[in-house]
């Protein structure tokens, strides 16, 4: 049973439309359509993958999206992207030159897919939703400013007058906003979110560095000390704030006290005041306050994601629901074919299995309860369990016996090892490209194997239970460590291509074996006997891509970074010391900040988490037919006599029987390999009970972190 | 009518008897004797300060209490205490040298006072209470243990041989141990607790490392590449390990990098992927393990004290009670024999006040629930609001209305503001002792008049209601700050006592003016062209008191640690490194990031009550009779308004009328003055109903954390 494409599309912007208020009621027309089951089956899709595309109910509309959504479309969008933004690498000033026809080319293709993904997605959505959307309005305007850009630099290139590269910054752009940048956007979100609290609490440190900037001139002005480069001591305000504000990152403690301390000892009283008020206490409250939004976002947008999850569901649900008696229901045909289409590759008895599992006592129709956990059900994976003999072992029992094939056979058990194995051959890989690059012999292969083996002590590490829940929690931050190397990716890029922009050159770096003259004072004599030179600090430089973002590594470890701002400020202008302070503030207050937070939650989640075991109501029920396999706790060896065991305890365990002997289980991911939002989400969903329709699409969008707050915090819940 | 002094003695470890048990039921017996009056006394004023001292119920032990608790006493201790700190100051090495025989006199004198404050104790308590206290015990040996060590040095000193005044450790244990000092001990205990955990991940940070510098000296070894000081580099495993430690505190953070750097760009991902691990995940990782114990253990100490709060208002109550009608209650004039007894300094129209409040409806007693409020009502400020006008006002009128008087009122009426000022000239009389010292002018008086001015922009601040939460929670952080204050001393006191044992004039500093060639290399040839000698640190030094706890102070900051104790390896061992790295971690790791916990827990309690306001029932209480004044938002002038609007509404309000015509007002202190510790307590006070009369003594005393956390966490408090 089904409404037309067009009431459809209406609901997909209007709260949804009451249940028994569709308009064909009678129930002899029970056949969905098609179409019918392409819409059900793209709304199922997006629930279990939390897709959140406002796509067109039209046929042609939802092939288009099943088009757009394969995954060959996907890597290529993310090839391209990478591509365009690696051009740096290629474009002057390059680690590896190419002519400015061939990088530009290259650029012009990487345009042409995005506004090709574009077309795509206008194909998908209606013309109204698509405009709406900030993202595509972007990726249009950086489309067309790089397009002029290329242009005007291309003809003043003719000509010989030299220009500025200025649309190079929009091409970050591309990876925020293309829709399968979710986490990275959620992220910048959460920056955007936290800017006005932590803007007022920045006004105030600044107040406060201005005032003991004032009192420090007051102090120390008219003494004529001297710091040990001999320079003059807290003369001038400006550069008072600068050694002050550098002071706050600690990384000129304690050599900017040093002068005044050697005078008298007293005056270490007031670097200690200030250290204590600015470095401790207000980059405590920087961390408070960030951490706060985080929290309250990270929790209102896994609201969200839950409750747009529960709304696909029901629209899915009342496309192909039938009456049945009292209720409705959806049939085990239409059940079936849905499943085909949205989970094409699975097995016909893995199919069986899911709808043993939605239709428990067999009665020839999914209910509604049954039919919104669909979306969880196909996100379980399904494995073979060994039952039978392995072929290897009927045909060839020597080879299969043999050490070669029992290793292979214990690397596949096990598999949390292997992990481990892999990442170390990932290091040792990385290790020797290094080392092959410079020199190579056999010892050094048999040193790495060395290493490789001790790796492998992490593994009796992993068995006391103790650091098991650290190992547990540092693996599941792992995936979101990816989106805040996004993150990164995208300020470093945008702080490089303006680096390089400002620092092109003025500094250079001569190898160590150099006679040149210039080796001592990095090619500039602005630098002559400077911190930066003596410390030979000529290869922090911005020449390249390359250096460009090791240099801002090391700024963001903040050790030193007054050095590199000052020695790039003596080849250029004092100014360019706010570039530095910039980056500071938007990288270390902002996001390491938000990357600490992220790690204070979950191990906060896994830590109130470690006793208590959330299983959600499908866990259950897999688990009470016995069809389950916690992938920890138990060895494999014993896996199968437990569940043979359970089996024998089914009472209406029959089917069951057939199934299992096919040797086909539920593997439950543990909660081990849970990341932090997806046990928050599934707490979460745990918690609305199955009739619980959630609020219409519209209040879903715009629910704000204020309206979860309970307005009475309890003892329990205020921290 | 009260038990017998042995059986609440008994009720004193045992459960509470149930209520209606008591062994004298006869309602004629009612008068409570002057003992029973003082026994319940006590209890009140334990409950009303949150004491915890288990005294006997004899009525001697009980006036001795009264003794014990008196102002002077404790006053005295805290003296004698710190007195005992100071003496490092004039013992070798000293600031100010005094003789042997004078600082031994005087601690002797000290542990006299302690022995007699025991004594005092003792007497308090009973035998059992006091031998079985592990801080009784600490006390008395460590008074011993001194004792011990005076007479070993002094005799040895008579016969010329040097030896170490070992005990001078033990001093911080009589600032720890005293009764006084709960929470410094909280502090202590919270760092304790940390501890396994903390250590587990310590464990796993330690393997990294190890790891780590295995592979930098498998890649770097044997390149022959020399630091920028041209010493070797990555040769030995030992230095590596140091070095990489020191890159987890990011101290040496870019220089180690260099020479591998300038070799090759590609040998920074080892450093960087380095960085990433230990600095930025493995620091989180401390951060959350402290914060998670920190939290936790908070939580349970205020469950903690709150019960045993109700718990002694329940014993005061039964010593008390009379039976009326059905119910127990507590007699008006045997309440305010109590009260007298209580608070003996309070106005009898103060004492009328409350008993208004307790006897809402004037039936001549106090039932139980009402009894219970009694220690939270006497916390409660009462203060004379000016109805009447100002005396001066209607004797003097010119006077009054002069400029200079009208400040004064101007002052008393902006108490932030006042508070402000206050703050602002300590600051000043601080830097004006530093200016004395050197020079002073009239001039730098009034810039330093002009500093204060500034100072007075906090209140422009303070107006914004964005910067009102910061700056609120900032002001109740401050009584917290000073026990983490007596943490850090007693740290500081124990590792400045050892390093100055270790390296005492091994470093000696020159003034810059100094023409002695050793001002070069701070007087140790071992420092000649080092590091250390180069920055100029030689007043880094452990050569007294005040010297060691400003290296102290730097070491805690971390930057350039490892320069100072690379320092002070060179002058004595390679092994006394171990002390600097002791130092970090026990400061940095455990003390800063418990500091940090701190701060973050004081502004999520801040920010969970932004918007809701607790009111206890008293405050709730007070504001229907009309008799609370809120001390924020409302100006004065307004204020006198609001009140007499609000009694006019009053019903039942003569009696009322004649109190406020007295100009008696309760001041409810703000939620902008209270502490996160008052917060939380009141928080959690208020979700105990009344009738509770939460568990037993001994279920208190072992409460644990993990009795409290929810089985099944929810999606509001799982993070």
Redesign the interface.
Known sequence: MSGTAEELEAGNEAPLPEEGSSVKISPELEVPTEEDLLLAAAYVYDAQYNRNIPFETSPQAIRFYYLYNHWSMQIATYFFIFLDLSLALFEEPAVYPLPFLATSLVEVLCLCTFFGRLVQFAKVTSRTVFWKDTKNICILLAILLTLLDLIIYGTLRVFNIHSIRWSRFLRPLFLINFPESRQIRRAFRSIRNTL??VL??F??LI?NVL?FS??AL??FGDRNLKT?EGSSYFTNILDIMFDLYVLVT??????V??PA??????????F??Y?VIN???FM??F???V??NY?KHL?NEIRKLAYMKRHKMIKAFNILKTQEGPEFVVKEAHWKQLVKMVAPDISNSHRELLLRISDEEQKGYVDKKCFLRLADLLNIQVITMKFKRHPLEIWMPHIYKSSGSLFIQKIVQHRFDTLIIIAALM?TI??T???S??EYNSQ?IL??IF?LR??R?IRI?DSIQ??RV??T??IN?IPTMLTFGGLVLVVYYIFAIIGMELFKDKVQ?F??SSTDTHALDCGNPALKDSTFA????C??NFNDL??SF?VL??LT????WHVIAGGFALVTHEATKLFFIAFHIVVVILI?NI??AF???????E???E??E?ETTIEKKIQELGMGIQEEDVPDGQLIDNMETNENDLSGGEEMQKQSSKGLFFRIASKRYRTVDAL?QR??ES?ISPEDEGPSLDEILNLSP?DM???????????
Chains 1, 2 share one sequence.
């Open positions: 006005p609290e007022y609490v006004l105030l107040f005032m004032l009192m007051k102090l040990v600690t990384a000129n403690s304690p050599d006290m040093m301390y050697n005078l008298d000892w007293r005056y270490s009283l007031f200690i005041t250290i470095t401790y206490i405590s409250v961390l408070a306050v951490y706060n929290r929790k290091a990385a290790n490209a290094i080392k690059a410079v050094q040193d790495i290493i001790l790796l002590l590490v103790r650091f650290i190992l929690t540092l931050i770096f190898s160590e003596r410390s030979r600090y290869k922090n390359a250096s090791i590594m090391e470890v903040v050790n030193q390491v990357f600490v790690i204070l939650e979950a191990f906060f989640v830590y109130s988490l006793k208590s959330i928050l707490m979460f918690e204020s707050y309970p307005k009475n915090p309890t003892f329990e819940n205020s921290a």
